[in-house]
């Protein structure tokens, strides 16, 4: 059998403030209760412990008075107060030792504001430190245990701070301006989604739910509100791999989802360098004149579906340049950062491939470029690159527009380019077929917009990771699909 613990703060004794085994009477609305001395002075001092020990040394003013009498208070001793009997029963309960019998957010409300206003010191401290939180989201009443929001990121959160502040309220009205009767109080209210928040408890209790990308989104934005920051970072999406290869752990995230302050920097002498060919300026082929995998001539093109065939002179390559990739440690999950692959899928991705100067640039504007600037700035100024030193003014649309302009590496990249995979950029850029004007970007110095002859590709989707060493920076290509014209565009659309 197990024994029954207390609390430090609770004490089982209850001192002799009335006569134990004399009964009282209340009044209370309609109803009349009937409270022994006992279960009063289990919470006292408190209205109800003054207003008698008053009256009865008016009755009794030499002390005469039988404090072990068990017959019951005369007519007079009677006390008459203007509340809910409903609630004074619930109060009734915690008196006699029981817990009281909460059913919703009104009674919590109701039971507290009259906790204060008899000054149940012990009914007040308890209600405070409920083990559950009574709250109405979008007409419909919650019961939460705690507990529930017990991890680390799940508190203190929307909850924590509203029943603070209806502490605080009712103890600042009815306390220091001496009231009759406590004001109106409204029970805690959340003009939310019910379904929506049901949701989360499943998810905060271990649970799991089949989520499409809209009902995640809509998920987020509801663990935002409630400031439920550790469901929020499980309910991003994301991947979390091991990369064979280099032999450690990746993590790809959408950029829109990546938070700044997770991200670091590696120490440089760490070991946890990429390895690519990809220099301060990424030559795409050393040799121009090296014989590429398809001639212009050829029949098939570095975009088709077959393999291209093994050339007898393969290009060179830069030699391999070790970069520091950009690592993401998710707060409130992860105790060792990963490093970070990270998404972009919104508008303003695009790489241009210069021909004559054999140097790549992705170009970043509207919403990926505030972005990037957003997530990346500041852990990039610490290694000496200013991002606003690598913004250029472009043309977007048939309008000028500020855009990020970043050295870019496609050596390692799995490319297809208008749903063709593309095994070989330096064919693509050679091929006289598909080569466009496009902004002469191979120095960031030069005056004016000057053009020069290689290919543009829009990229739809594509994963990056970001390089920094020396003080330079390089978008290393993980994955991409693009489309490099109007016509690749319209092939996309679907009918209503």
Not at 262 to 283: E, F
Not at 387 to 409: I, N, Q
Not at 434 to 443: C, D, R, T
Request: proline share 8%; hydrophobic share 35%; aromatic share 8%.
């Amino acid at each position: 059998m197990s024994k029954l613990e207390f609390d430090e703060q609770f004490d089982p004794s209850i001192p002799e403030i009335l006569p134990h085994n004399k009964m009282y009477l209340l009044q209370v609305g309609d109803q009349l209760f009937r409270v022994s001395g006992a279960s009063l002075s289990s919470d006292a001092p408190s209205y109800f412990t003054e207003y008698f020990k008053n009256r009865e040394k008016q009755n009794h003013p030499r002390g005469d008075d039988d404090a072990g009498s068990t017959d019951d208070a005369p007519e007079g001793h009677v006390l008459y107060i203007d509340r809910c009997p409903r609630v004074f029963k619930l109060i009734c309960q915690h008196l006699q030792g029981y817990a009281p019998e909460i059913r919703d957010e009104n009674d919590y409300t109701k039971l507290y504001a009259d906790a204060v206003y008899y000054n149940l010191p012990r009914l007040c401290r308890l209600l405070k430190h409920s083990n559950m939180y009574y709250v109405n989201i979008g007409g419909t009443s919650f019961r939460v245990p705690r507990m529930v929001f017990s991890q680390e990121g799940n508190h203190p959160n929307y909850f924590d701070v509203t029943n603070v502040s209806l502490f605080e309220d009712v103890e600042h009205v009815i306390l220091k301006h001496n009231l009759i009767r406590p004001p109106p109080l409204a029970p805690v209210f959340v003009n939310r989604s019910p379904e929506l928040f049901a949701e989360l408890l499943i998810l905060l209790r271990g649970g799991s739910l089949a989520l499409d990308a809209e009902k995640r989104r809509t998920l987020l934005r509801e663990c935002r509100y409630y400031r439920f920051l550790r469901l929020e970072q499980q309910l991003l999406d994301c991947r979390i791999s091991w990369n064979v290869v280099l032999g450690r752990e990746e993590i790809a995230l959408n950029l829109q989802d990546i938070v700044k302050l997770a991200v670091s920097l590696p120490d440089a002498a760490d070991g946890s360098a990429l390895q690519t060919p990809c220099g301060p300026r990424p030559l795409m082929c050393s040799n121009p004149t090296a014989e590429s995998p398809r001639s212009p001539s050829s029949p098939s093109s570095p975009l088709d579906d077959n393999p291209p065939e093994p050339s007898l002179k393969k290009p060179k390559l830069n030699p391999p340049r070790e970069w520091c990739p950009v690592l993401y440690t998710r707060k409130f999950l992860d105790s060792v950062p990963r490093e970070l692959i990270f998404q972009i899928d919104t508008l303003g991705v695009t790489v241009l491939l210069n021909q004559k100067h054999k140097v790549i640039h992705v170009c970043l504007s509207r919403e990926a470029r505030a972005k990037f600037v957003n997530v990346f700035s500041d852990a990039l100024l610490k290694q000496g690159i200013p991002l606003a030193l690598l913004e250029r003014t472009l043309d977007c649309g048939g309008s000028p527009c500020t855009t990020l302009v970043l050295p870019a590496c496609l050596s390692i990249c799995d490319l297809s380019v208008n749903g063709l995979p593309c095994r070989n950029v330096c064919a693509i850029v050679q091929d006289s077929r598909f080569l466009q004007s496009i902004p002469n970007l191979a120095s960031l110095t030069e005056a004016g917009n000057s053009t020069t002859p290689g290919l543009k590709f829009n990229f739809v989707k594509s994963m990056w990771k970001l390089g920094v060493k020396d003080s330079e920076l390089m978008m290393i290509a993980i994955k991409g699909e693009a489309i490099s014209g109007i016509k690749e565009h319209n092939k996309r659309l679907e009918y209503l």
